[in-house]
């Protein structure tokens, strides 16, 4: 099944072929799984299609990783029922389901939807659901959840709302439709969950682990993506959750009691293992832990001084309070100061198949 994303206008659509033999190849050489990003295309990927990917995620006892079809609290097309599209097809066919920043997909209905997460976790299904720790996202401003008559009504929002990530100025209807127009890949940031909900998620035990759904930044002087490594932290636009999330989510154990320190830790590394682990990757055996044998990826904080700096204004400033990072076993930030030329860490792949 190999699926393509293109764009007709300022909507995009998927275009799958259930006809090949991409999904063995790709697996068989060391793919994790197949991500699901549905959202970006409600109207472009069919039932029959969602069905075919995790009965091959099943067959091969991989997990699919989820953006699900409606970001939204109103019924009847609500974030409560895509949900439950994949965790129906998980129980029937089996593999992995992991639902991405689910917090901004169900809104107000999170919580119910990860009680169905519960349930399903008990009825010995490998679910989870990821959480990163702000109530705002990132995205392309040709998002279909973006659209008005779905942002409006079903999320409870508006265009002032979303932010554009170049200029850092919330849109208006006129510069909307002006980008739909004329750049709907336009990067923005805007409004979705409340901090009520994206919090009570976030210290959920068990259901959840701790994401960042990184997006690329843009530098705002040229407009151009910040890729390469020595691109300055300041200057840039975008969302801040690449830089902070982790050392946010440290803060808020220390500042505000969300939960204990080491549920904290399991949510950003063995939970997140584990899952991986049995989703079949192998090698995940040897990650979010530390023990003998295992692989010396290793961060060394100050649970007392561990900040994140990010901000909507300053979106790349780096978290403080971490003064060491080992990766395979080799120190790539000493004395809170990112080394150069030092690049020791190994790709993660399945077991190659034959």
């Known amino acids: 099944m190999a699926s393509t994303l293109f764009r007709i206008g300022s909507r995009f659509l998927w275009k799958t072929e259930t006809g090949s033999n991409s999904s063995d190849s790709t697996i068989r050489r060391g793919a994790l799984g197949f991500a699901v990003p549905v959202g970006y295309a409600v109207d472009g990927i069919t039932a029959r299609e969602i069905i075919g990917i995790q009965k091959l995620a099943g067959k091969y006892g991989v997990a699919t990783f989820v953006h699900a079809r409606f970001s939204s609290q109103a019924d009847p097309l609500s974030g409560a029922l895509a949900t439950s599209e994949f965790i129906s097809n998980l129980g029937i066919y089996g593999g992995g389901l992991l639902f991405h920043h689910i917090h901004q997909q169900a809104l107000g ?4 939807v990860l009680n169905r997460i519960d349930d399903a976790r008990a009825n010995g299904l490998n679910v989870l659901g990821e959480i990163y720790p702000y109530n705002f996202g990132a995205t392309i401003v040709a ?6 008559s779905n942002y409006g009504p079903a999320m409870g929002r508006t265009y002032s709302d979303i932010t554009e990530s170049a200029t850092g100025k919330p849109l208006t209807k006129e510069r909307y439709e002006e980008l739909m127009q ?24 068990g259901t959840t682990v701790v994401g960042s759904d990184a997006f690329p930044l843009t530098i705002l002087a040229t407009g151009e993506n910040a890729f390469d490594w020595d691109t300055p932290y300041e200057g840039l636009g975008g969302h801040p959750r690449g830089a ?3 050392a946010l989510v440290l803060r808020l154990v220390r500042e505000d009691d969300l939960m204990s320190l080491m549920t904290a830790l399991g949510k950003m590394s063995y939970d997140v293992a584990r899952f991986l682990e049995d989703s079949g990757v192998s090698l ?11 692989d010396a990826d290793i961060t060394i904080f100050d649970p007392e001084t561990v900040t994140e700096n990010s901000t909507m204004d300053e979106p ?4 403080t309070g971490i003064p060491y990072v080992l990766v395979n076993g080799t ?24």
């Open 109 to 112: 209905t999170t919580d119910m």
């Open 143 to 148: 998002a279909d959840y973006l659209v008005p």
């Open 182 to 205: 004329a750049a709907p890949t336009t990067a923005v940031t805007f409004l979705g969950s409340t901090d009520e909900v994206m919090l009570s998620a976030l210290a959920r035990p």
């Open 244 to 246: 902070g999330s982790y």
């Open 284 to 294: 995940m055996a040897y990650k979010g832990r530390i023990q003998v044998g295992a």
């Open 316 to 319: 790349g400033l780096p978290s």
């Open 331 to 354: 120190i790539v930030v000493k004395d809170s100061e990112v080394l150069e030329g030092v690049y020791p860490g190994q790709a993660v792949r399945m077991p190659v198949r034959n």
